[in-house]
């Protein structure tokens, strides 16, 4: 219950492209729904994140659609960029009464082709 | 760049050793949660310390240890290394309990371990 799935594994697009990544969560719990994106030899930054009272959030190129009752949501990259070759990682949390527990997934390694 | 530091950013050891890595979490904020991050995969959650105190922990055994001091700065100690240790270490903090922007963990570049 408290896996995060995540697909693909891996992506190769074309500049201008809009690569897509998708997430799935079994724990109804989770409320809090993250994006990191991360390059080699750094660590995970964030890029856009959401809650489950939305179904949708945009922050500049980077948009989250949320579907609370197929309890999956994923990232789109619109007009992407080889400066956007990295591993992306979705991650859920929930807050307990130990804090924000997160919980991310496998990783998809990004490829933006010139 | 977040304010999160970290050192050493690579350390070799080898079996049965033990090792200390340190984190500095950005200012103001008092949470720290230590990652393992294999390669090729996803971070998992180690630990978390809010004011000093172990606050959660995940699926690691006890040779897995940790403190945090007064200025938030945190260390992770692994005793007995095995192999397996080997791994990315990540620091993450985050804003004080109590409020939404609590949710959002900052990373450091974390500590490369390779155990020989």
């Known amino acids: 219950q408290q896996q995060v799935k995540q697909s693909p594994q891996s992506l190769i697009v074309q500049k201008g492209g809009i690569p897509i990544i998708n997430c799935a969560y079994e724990?109804?719990?989770?409320?809090?729904f993250p994006w990191y994106q991360q390059f080699p030899g750094k660590g995970p930054a964030l890029l856009i994140a959401?809650?489950?009272?939305?179904s949708e959030k945009k922050e500049g190129r980077f948009t989250i659609s949320f579907n609370k009752s197929a309890k999956q949501f994923s990232l789109h990259i619109m007009d992407s960029q080889p400066g956007d070759s990295a591993t992306y990682f979705c991650?859920?949390?929930?807050?307990?009464?130990?804090?924000?527990?997160?919980?991310f997934g496998p990783g998809t390694r990004l490829s933006v082709l010139p | 760049e977040t304010g999160v530091t970290q050192s050493p950013t690579h350390l070799i050891k080898t079996r049965g050793q033990q090792v200390t890595l340190r984190c500095s979490s950005q200012?103001?904020?008092?949470?720290v949660s230590w990652y393992q991050q294999a390669l090729g995969q996803g971070p998992q959650f180690i630990f978390q310390?809010?004011?000093?105190?172990?606050?959660g922990r995940g699926n690691f055994p006890p040779r897995f240890s940790g403190l945090q001091f007064p200025n938030y700065s945190s260390e992770l100690n692994v005793n007995a290394l095995e192999l397996d240790d080997s791994a990315l270490y990540l620091c993450?903090?985050?804003?004080?309990?109590?409020?939404?922007?609590?949710?959002?963990?900052?990373f450091g570049p974390g500590t490369r371990l390779t155990v020989l």
């Open positions: 200012s103001g904020h008092n949470t």
């Open positions: 310390y809010y004011r000093e105190e172990e606050n």
């Open positions: 993450a903090s985050s804003l004080p309990l109590g409020g939404a922007s609590t949710d959002t963990q900052y």
């Open positions: 724990n109804t719990a989770f409320d809090y």
């Open positions: 991650a859920a949390s929930r807050r307990d009464n130990y804090g924000q527990n997160f919980v």
């Open positions: 959401i809650r489950p009272d939305v």
